[in-house]
């Protein structure tokens, strides 16, 4: 989990300057340019390809399976519950 946080606090880091809307190549390019670690790098590659709005759109598509892991996680103490 702080690796995770570490990285996102990265990449917010090394985005600032980048012009919005741009899309996923613009994204890796200026990371790239940036010089910015493995992690990071492979976090923009692992992006859909589509038009991001801010460093925000950025971040959540980031931490999507995260939150998905997480909802689901939830879901299935509710279910466990509810077997009780």
Known sequence: MTTKM???VEVEKI??????PTN??????H?????ASKEVLSSMNSLPSR????????SNELG?????ADSEMN???????NDR
């Open 6 to 8: 570490h990285s996102s």
């Open 24 to 29: 996923k190549q613009n994204l890796i390019n």
């Open 31 to 35: 990371v790239k340019s940036k010089n």
């Open 15 to 20: 985005l600032s300057g980048i012009n919005y």
């Open 64 to 68: 999507g399976d995260e939150k998905k």
């Open 51 to 58: 038009e991001y709005t801010n460093g925000i759109d950025v």
């Open 75 to 81: 879901e299935k103490d509710g279910m466990e519950e």
